[in-house]
């Protein structure tokens, strides 16, 4: 059996003014899982993400990824556990406008260990963009963005990959060119993959499928279920 590579026991999430965007989860992610997390808006999933991610810390309960209670570790082992362990891949793609594409790259190996243009251009070669390596931001499409974004992500080699709304920007044919690089990771690397999305394409790519209501997780059988829902 895979071991657990996210475990989250009873967390709940409160912000200031009372609003409560989880209210006690319970959640077990198997280690080589591609799990997709669907709900309507302000149910709670980016909070979900952020706080797998070390993003954000829960108001209550445990965080558990890779062995680490990310709860209970100090501001700078959470940051250390970001870099080595997780890769994140944002709607809003979150690039330096003064840097290039190969550059954004190297920000992550920078903040990781070592710059390696090298293997920083590999990356962004694994994603189709050889011919795109010295542009900025500015000069590539939103599917070109997405993919830096994606080489950047996974650049450090990370356990877990986590994505909020992926192809939320993208037109349908850059949309098809992300789901592609995220399928072929899945089976060539068995890579830990936690995806936020109103897509059904996605959902039905996964191995499961949850949906967040309320702050709150319930299983789905398939995505008809789910869109059934309010």
């Not at 591609?34 to 706080?51: D, E, F, H, R, Y």
């Not at 100090?74 to 594409?101: C, I, M, N, P």
């Not at 650049?155 to 098809?176: H, R, V, Y």
């Amino acid at each position: 059996m895979a071991s657990g590579m996210v475990e989250l026991r009873g967390v709940t999430k409160m912000y200031d003014g009372g609003v409560q965007a989880l209210h006690t989860v319970d959640l077990v992610i198997p280690r080589g899982e591609w799990l997709t997390v669907i709900g309507p808006s302000g149910s709670g999933k980016t909070t979900l993400l952020n706080i797998i991610g070390g993003l954000d810390r829960p108001t209550e309960g445990a965080v558990i990824v890779a062995g680490l209670n990310l709860a209970t570790l100090r501001q700078d082992e959470v940051a250390k556990f970001r870099r080595e362990k997780v890769g994140f891949v944002f709607q809003q793609f979150h690039l330096v406008s003064y840097l290039t594409a190969v550059e954004n790259v190297m920000l992550a190996q920078y903040f990781h260990s070592m710059v390696d243009e090298s293997e920083a251009k590999e990356a962004l070669e694994k994603v189709g963009l050889d011919h795109r390596l010295h542009h900025l931001p500015s000069k590539l499409s939103a599917g070109e963005q997405q993919r830096v974004c994606m080489a950047r992500a996974l650049i450090n080699e990370p356990e877990l990959l986590l994505a909020d709304e992926p192809t939320g920007n993208l037109d349908q044919t850059n949309g098809k060119l992300v789901l592609d690089i995220l399928e072929n990771l899945h089976k060539e690397r068995g890579l830990t993959m936690v995806l936020v999305t109103h897509d059904p394409t996605i959902a039905d790519m996964a191995q499961r499928t949850i949906i967040l209501t309320d702050g709150k997780v319930k299983p789905i059988q398939g995505m008809a279920t789910a869109l059934e829902r309010p």
